[in-house]
Every structure is written in C-alpha cells, then in structure tokens.
C-alpha cells in the first residue's frame, strides 16, 4: 500500500515542478537586461568628494530620464530645473555666463549598456556625452533595483568625486 501511495504522489511533483516560481519559492539573485527596460525618472544625486563632503551638483533642482532598451541601448538626460534661458533666444548666440550655467547644468549621453554575469554591475558604453571626458568612454555602475526603485553609484562622478544617482520607473 505504502508503494502504491508513493506512486501516486509522482504526478503531482512533475505538476508543482511546472508553478510559476514566486517570492514565497525563491527570490531571483541576479538582475537581468529586461528588468531594466523602460523609463526611470531622476530623483537625487549625491557626490561626495575626497575629503569626504558630500553635494548635490544639480543644487536639489535635478530632473531628467534615462531609458533603457531591450537590444542593449540607453539614453541618460539630467538637467537642473533653474537653467536661465539665452536673452538672445538663439542657442547659438548667448553670453559666457549664459553658456556656462547651460554647461554645468546639463548631464546627457546615449550609447549601449551590459550588465555583468552577477546582474550587480552596470556598464554604459558612451557613444556621446554632454560632457566630453565620457564620450567614447565607458560608465560602470554598481546597481541595485528594488521594486521600481533603481540605485547607481559610480566611482566616477562627472563633477568630481563618487556618486549616487537614484531612480524610479516611470508609471
């Protein structure tokens, strides 16, 4: 009896083998390109600097998207919310101190990205840059995602330092 009971059971390990897996089974460990997809939205910035002070280059008036695809491409848009507009309502044709806030308050580049085989590193392989020490460069980034929450953190800040970028996914 007890051989027929265990015979029956063998179905039913081959049906649970084919449920979906969920948080209550187990928990994916690594990340992958499709959990990326999508638009996320910046929220906040930190840098913190050698000496260990910390800024925001973006003055806490940072908005902007980065958006990922699933044949590996991106594009990152950061810009400060205050950037005056040119007197002369020509892009081409503005002053130095004009200039110089639309420099220092603008942040894009697009290109390709990988992640690594852990799912926990982050790679942008710049194409282009607003800044021109990351075109043709690569970004590494450690990232973590936590629901709709993206973590970036760099050893290589664009305004000095490290940094940490966070993001939401756009709804």
């Excluded at 084919?18 to 089974?25: F, G, I, M, N, R």
């Excluded at 460990?29 to 999508?38: F, H, I, R, S």
């Amino acid at each position: 009896m007890k051989r027929l009971t265990t015979l029956a059971l063998i179905p039913l390990l081959f049906v649970g083998a084919e449920l979906p897996w969920t948080d209550a089974v187990g928990q994916q460990t690594t990340l992958n390109k499709q959990q990326l997809v999508g638009t996320w939205t910046f929220v906040s910035a930190v840098n913190t600097r050698p000496d260990g002070t910390k800024f925001d280059p973006w003055g806490g008036k940072g908005v902007g998207q980065q958006m990922f695809d699933g044949t590996g491409h991106f594009s990152f848009q950061v810009f400060r919310s205050d950037i005056p507009k040119l007197a002369s309502n020509n892009r081409l044709d503005g002053t130095s101190e004009e200039f110089k806030a639309v420099a220092q308050g603008v942040l894009s580049s697009f290109g390709t990205y990988s992640l690594d085989d852990t799912g926990k590193t982050l790679t942008q392989h710049n194409e282009y840059s607003s800044f021109p020490n990351f075109s043709s460069g690569k970004r590494v980034w450690a990232i973590t995602l936590t629901g709709d929450e993206m973590t970036l953190g760099s050893q290589a800040g664009a305004a000095g330092g490290t940094n940490e970028l966070k993001w939401m996914r756009a709804k």
